[in-house]
DNA sequence: TATGAATGAGGTTTCATTCAT
DNA sequence: TATGAATGAAACCTCATTCAT
């Protein structure tokens, strides 16, 4: 019944290809607004253009697919643009406020911001999941932040504070924005937030550096 | 007219009074663990130690069951818990170490806690349980970091810096400690944060505080 | 704890007696309204004013309630009534057109109409209760008004027409007068029948008496 | 732009397409014999060959059921074969006895007569139905009645009665025969009736032609 | 006798997954 | 490869019935 001679011609081919990265980009995107739960493997399909079926031939099930989500949205834009970060030069607090601030904003405006709430709501479901982010995102995350770190305080530019704490003070709040831009500002609460993201990193960055008590008085002072 | 005899002893009244409260903790404790949809209401109603049709009897459906979750556990702890620290009293930076540290363990130790990650994970499939939050929480605890930071900068204890930018400089690490205690922390992920949760609030509150650079004072000083 | 000395005074006595009857009212109000299966038991006990649990204290089931209701107002008012139909006198057409009439204007005014919705909606489900229906009402029903056509035929008033069949002729109009009025006016189409209940009556038994055709012209005619 | 095999086989096509009209006339034989309430959607989908989810790909509801059922077989075989009646010839009184019973009897025979039944019992509980009756089966019934009526009257075959009332004195021993065809003659109440339909309809027909009355012409005549 | 809290079987509906074409 | 009709397990919710008081 089917008389195609030619079952791969160039641009059924590249569809093909493309059909899995299509998928996850849908499933990112459906499994972020709506969770993991609540999205019909029917609805991701149709937002990739395909069928039901379709995407069972590519993803054995809803749970792979999901998997596969947290994969390919994690390793890529975190892990790698991490390496890039020490690759800098100059004044550490210059490099933090704005290498960390650039580096942090690429993750912000891509799809993978989303992956920090679904990781979130998912985790327990999914305890390999969480594994998995443990290894991808936060320790060659928190990795980078405590290397600026280290190199600060070796430099004599910063203080020698609890390293591991810093960097979670330094990175918690960058993460809470991702998770935001996905759960609170859909629905409108953006203005309580107040804030533009960008405008708050490099002012959250710059507290961090400075602190909030007053820069020691011409005489001593400060606890 | 009503010639019955007592209607109700008092062993079922005290069942039933109590039965909505069983009720409320049996589902939050789930909808944090599992997630919304993933909690199965019969679920819900065997933890409380009652059956499927008991729980119908004091919540209309399982969405009005989380409805009612989200304002039992987000009025009552924090909102109300956020008035005392206004009556602190002496210097501005204690205040925040000691009573902010201990304002946010009772909330981290407490089950309010994991309604940060149940907000986060379904604020926008029920977008006035985000509405509820931003006003319930948001408002009133950004409100009274707020009010910390000005009473600091008027005394000449604090620089003058961007006030609301710092107040979510300081509390979206508190935050995100509260929904990895329930995210990945059950998950077996708690050594990658290296930190016990009391230790790394004081932390970061000091850090805030002084920031991480070197006090560079023309006169030495500085700690 | 109960010291009620008297515990069956006049007044309690009273209400205790009249309860199945008020249940029975209840029900069959609900029945007819709503039909057997969509009405709840507990909408039965509120309507009369007891709680769930009464009711079961007077019938075993809600099906045994159908059938109490069923023998209540299926016996009563329409078999006793159709005795005294018997005892009437005069010409026979006169006593159909106005014994009849009032005979069945005071079942369709009474509760006892929406019995016939409640058996035709449920005999199948209940066969025993279209047998009693059968015996109750169509057998005494029909020889009532047999007998009258017997009488009228006798008399040399009626021609001699196929009995039983006129009897059909007769009641059925009257049957399903009783029938949309509990199932097609509750919803506003009494408009589309266009007729007064007793309006209808006299003129549908007039119709049977005198017939369509124009009576016999001067000169013989007439099918 | 769409490369896709053929999407539908004939085969797949032709069960596809019959699947609404066979869950249709399953739905209508167990709705007319146990009620809708009753009836469980299961057991439709199981009557009509195939599982209970398939039963929703082609109706969202079991309500929504009910109401196909009703517009299916109300507007066919009631509604359209009102016209034919119209085209009818010869004396009104051959009309009436001949078409009105063959005609009445293509519907009683017909799966269409259970729906007078069902409309009885459900019309209260969803009152847009009991509109559509009275529109697509009152109305046109009673107006095919009334018409011949007219011309019965305008040819000086018919006296000249209210004609409203004498269309119900027709139709409604109709509509009952059907009604008891699906509630008493199931539980074997046939008997009680004494009367094959056929026999009783056109014995009917002829008693509302003639009258009861003896024919008291000044000279003899009258059959 | 009367209550109403509690139960759990059973009904409606959804949706992940399969498979014939 | 791609489809979408079909399935049936499982979820939500209802309600007849029980029973401790």
Chains 1, 2, 3, 4 share one sequence.
Request: glycine share 6%; charged share 25%; proline share 7%.
């Amino acid at each position: 019944m089917n008389f195609d001679p030619d079952p791969l011609c160039p641009f059924r081919r590249r569809r093909k290809e493309a059909r899995p990265s299509e998928l996850l980009d849908a499933a990112l995107e459906l499994f972020v607004e709506k969770g993991f739960a609540s999205t019909r493997s029917e609805e991701v399909a149709r937002r990739a253009g395909v069928s039901k079926g379709t995407l069972y031939l590519y993803f054995p099930s809803k749970e792979e697919l999901l998997k596969a989500v947290i994969q390919r949205f994690l390793a890529d834009p975190i892990a790698s643009s991490a390496q890039e970060a020490d690759t800098a030069d100059g004044p550490t607090p210059e490099v933090m406020e704005n290498l960390l601030s650039d580096w942090w904003m690429r993750i912000y405006d891509s799809p993978a911001s989303g992956v920090f709430k679904l990781i979130i709501s998912e985790a327990r479901n999914f305890p390999d999941i969480a594994q998995f982010y443990a290894e991808q995102v936060i320790v060659p995350g928190t990795a980078l932040c405590v290397r600026l770190l280290h190199r600060g305080i070796e430099r004599g530019e910063f203080r020698a504070i609890d390293i591991d704490a810093a960097a979670h003070s330094i990175l918690m709040p960058l993460v809470l924005l991702c998770v935001h831009k996905h759960s609170l500002e859909p629905c409108g609460i953006s203005k309580s937030l107040g804030l533009d993201p960008e405008g708050f990193i490099r002012a959250h960055l710059r507290l961090i550096l400075q602190g909030l008590l007053v820069r020691s008085a011409p005489a001593g002072a400060a606890a």
